[in-house]
């Protein structure tokens, strides 16, 4: 199907921003809006979310009890859902997460994985710059040889990775992508606020020495739009930054958009019988 375009000749894309919702039901709703693009019922779309209750996301091919306590998760009141998309796990609390789906192969989106990483997180760091929050990308691969990092953890904010964006070095935003059924989808948590401590007191440790050595080393490699904008920044004036930077960056028109009958079907049936599921949460 040929990519929908504006008068202007930008690419149309649906804007779907949602109100707090569970681990389950985020999770299912990446998800179905994957499903929806590769079925050709919806447009390429751009959404803005956040958690209620604050909850850890497992990487696609992480071992959940071998690197999370659950224990502890459910002392604090932390859901634990496990990612369609690969990497290391991530606290969401005080965040804005972003998620978008588009088809592979659309001309205007650079292929192969670093390549649109680097094209989606320019109108990331355009959006920050609206904030006033000078990011920068990360353009090489963290050096982990020798003793150039002694300390290894199973958080994503522990280090950035190639085209991950950065402010004075430490990690801003993380983000994470998959691509299946023909459908390319990145998500990712842009930080409000970051407690090293919540995220290292539900995180496996051989001893407490490693587990406030980690905090120490979170704190330095990892800072949130307030810290960075010296000001507290909310949702909703994120959310504003960040679709007007990706627009901006990316050549995008978007349109505020629902969720098709279809759609929210599937979401609701992925939420209760995938993400809402120990056989998919705990499944390594």
């Not at 192969?112 to 929050?133: K, M, P």
Request: contains cysteine.
């Amino acid at each position: 199907m040929e990519m929908d375009k504006n008068a202007s000749g930008a690419a149309a894309w649906r804007l779907l921003i949602d109100e707090t919702a569970d681990a389950a039901w985020n999770m299912a709703a990446d998800e179905a809006m994957l499903l929806s693009l590769a079925s050709g019922e919806a447009l390429p779309t751009l959404r803005f979310y956040t958690w209620k209750p604050a909850a850890i996301s497992l990487g696609y091919f992480q071992r959940a009890d071998a690197e999370i306590d659950r224990t502890a998760c459910a002392r604090q009141g932390i859901s634990v859902v496990r990612r369609l998309t690969g990497g290391r796990a991530v606290l969401h609390d005080l965040e804005v997460t972003y998620s978008l789906v588009v088809r592979e192969g659309e001309p205007y989106i650079p292929s192969g994985v670093s390549a649109s990483y680097l094209f989606f997180s320019r109108g990331i760091v355009a959006g920050l710059a609206r904030l006033g929050v000078a990011a920068q990308m990360q353009t090489t691969e963290i050096e982990e040889r020798g003793n150039a990092r002694t300390i290894r953890s199973a958080a994503c904010f522990d280090a950035p990775s190639q085209y991950e964006i950065t402010v004075g070095g430490r990690k801003i935003v993380g983000s994470a992508q998959v691509r299946k059924d023909g459908v390319l989808l990145q998500h990712g948590s842009i930080l409000l606020r970051f407690c090293p401590e919540q995220m290292t007191s539900i995180m496996r440790f051989d001893n407490e020495t490693a587990r406030t050595e980690m905090t120490a080393e979170l704190s330095r490699r990892a800072t949130d739009l307030s810290k960075a904008a010296g000001r507290k920044i909310e949702f909703a004036e994120a959310v504003e930054a960040m679709q007007a930077g990706i627009v901006e960056q990316c050549g995008l028109y978007l349109t505020r958009g629902v969720r098709t009958l279809t759609e929210e079907r599937m979401l609701q049936k992925l939420a209760r019988d995938k993400y809402g599921t120990e056989a998919w949460n705990l499944r390594r």
